[in-house]
């Protein structure tokens, strides 16, 4: 996904709210689809979301409950997430980026994301700035250090420490050429930095932020992104290229346009890495359930809502 003015974003918000295929799952779910503008439908999605497809009840991901649901409306949410841009990766649009950004998530996650990272730069994709590898100091679950153990790769403390693993590892790098950072003693205060650079590709920094809420959770995603644009000096008219999971696409573009593009003037394109590449860990693909689908769906609708209350 891309997008540059305002007014554009704003255009593309309703097009993915009002489709055939987000008002077919809200009919599905016994939803009656409001009389009002944009900032009516956003309100009735979240709520109404809130009380459907919300499954994690304030949870981590891996934690949030899988719901029971017929064949039929299965097929119907797997058809819903492919038309939404859920389901099936994209490349980049264009040749030459400022800076390739690579979000952080799940252990399996941050190794692919790294890996696919590498994949692009090596297959010619330019970038004139830095790649930026951003995560947080978030412990990992048992799961993930034991399907990172099944692979053979160390079993990291942090999701910071397993992408700080995986660039040493796909970006052959022994060790960082600049490094800084705070050990606040609490990691929703402190902050780590890692920059190493490896032989004939952009520098690439492993980068960890505080907390912009550290009394009440961790960093999360968007705390990260203005942490880096802070480091890097994101300039107007730089344009970004960001690296997920495709099911996260809707939901972490929106949330990079509220924290990146609107305030820094730059130009956002986000796309999911492609499975058929090569995983260089050989990490199991994870199953992504109707019910994962519908969560990343609600989490969409609510990053378009809090994306739409800045635009003003």
Known sequence: MQETRAGTVAERIEAWLCSTALRGLVRHFDGDWPVGDLTEVLRFLDDFSARHWDFRGGRERPDA?????DPATATLVLDAAAALGLVHPVLPARSAYAHLVVLGGLAHACVRRVGYAAHLLRA???????????????????WERATLADAG??????????????????FEVAAPAEQAGVDAGHPHHSWSSRTYRP?????????????GEPDRRRAHTADTQRFWAGHVRLAPGDEVLTVTAPIYVPFQHCDALR??????GCHLETIGVDPAVADPATLPEQT???????????SAIRSMRALHENLG
């Open 65 to 69: 409950r899988e719901p029971d649901l």
């Open 124 to 142: 010619g994709l330019t970038v004139r700035g830095e790649v930026a590898v951003l995560g947080s100091f978030r412990p990992l679950s048992e």
């Open 153 to 170: 790769l160390p079993a990291d403390e942090t999701e910071v420490d397993v992408l700080d693993t995986a660039v040493r590892r796909v």
């Open 199 to 211: 032989a004939g590709l952009p520098p690439v920094r492993v980068l960890a932020a505080p907390s």
């Open 259 to 264: 924290t990146l593009a609107l305030p820094y």
């Open 288 to 298: 992504l359930t109707p019910g994962r689908y519908l969560q990343e769906i609600r």
